[in-house]
């Protein structure tokens, strides 16, 4: 493993965990920690990127929890029980900088985690995240601050992640539909034991990572 894992649990408040992501990136561009892993589930919370366009959270209708605008890229989703939130503290000059590589190795270490339960997971051209065919499991969007990234990825695990979904767009996709590794495989899934796959599968896409690419030096702001 290259990277702290901090497993903070479930029932996480969306803006405390913001907050304290902020603060691992102004430690991490100090050279305070190495890159961090933070993996929870959070207390049901609408978020959308920083976009003009609000129509991926708007039907018209009262949502039924809080919607909150953060600095990361990509349209409005949902986050809550039963979905896996992964927050990559990433010093990409230790990889490449690369912000679209950074995306497409969160997207491969989320297909390796699905493939463990035997459901072949795959990217869709143009879009970010995983899809199973026509349905979408999982959602990238990420931040960056000289080269460290925060924000990441949300997996849905268990069937209880996805209501709430139909009360929007989600990432401004129309007509798609969102499933999850419970609903795919047909049985109850262990979130641990997901956070453990998905941590191990990512530090091995991490490793592979810098065996091509050597560590660079100086910084550039982003």
């Not at 907050?19 to 990136?25: A, D, I, R, W």
């Not at 949502?63 to 349209?75: A, F, K, M, T, Y």
């Not at 997971?121 to 143009?126: D, F, I, K, S, T």
């Not at 990234?149 to 209501?163: D, I, M, W, Y």
């Amino acid at each position: 493993m290259i990277f702290n894992i901090q497993d903070l649990g479930s029932n996480l408040d969306f803006q405390d965990t913001w907050k304290l992501q902020e603060n691992l990136v102004a430690q991490r561009r100090a050279g305070e920690i190495e890159d961090t892993l933070l993996l929870l589930e959070h207390t049901p919370v609408y978020t959308i990127g920083r976009t003009r366009d609000q129509s991926s959270l708007e039907r018209r209708v009262q949502l039924p929890h809080p919607v909150v605008v953060i600095n990361r890229g990509g349209e409005g989703t949902y986050h809550g029980p039963g979905q896996l939130v992964g927050y990559a503290i990433l010093d990409l000059t230790t990889y490449k900088k690369d912000l679209h590589r950074h995306l497409r190795n969160l997207e491969e270490a989320i297909i390796r985690t699905i493939a463990t339960f035997g459901v072949k997971a795959q990217r869709r051209e143009g879009l970010t995240g995983v899809w199973i065919e026509e349905r979408k499991i999982a959602s990238l969007g990420v931040g960056v601050r000289s080269w460290v990234t925060l924000h990441g990825l949300a997996l849905n695990v268990n069937e209880e992640s996805l209501p709430p979904f139909q009360w929007i767009t989600p990432c401004g996709i129309d007509g798609v539909r969102m499933t999850c590794l419970e609903e795919e495989v047909g049985s109850k899934i262990s979130l641990s034991e997901v956070k453990h796959l998905l941590s191990q599968y990512l530090g091995e896409v991490l490793s592979q990572e810098i065996s091509r690419n050597p560590v660079t030096t100086g910084s550039n702001n982003l």
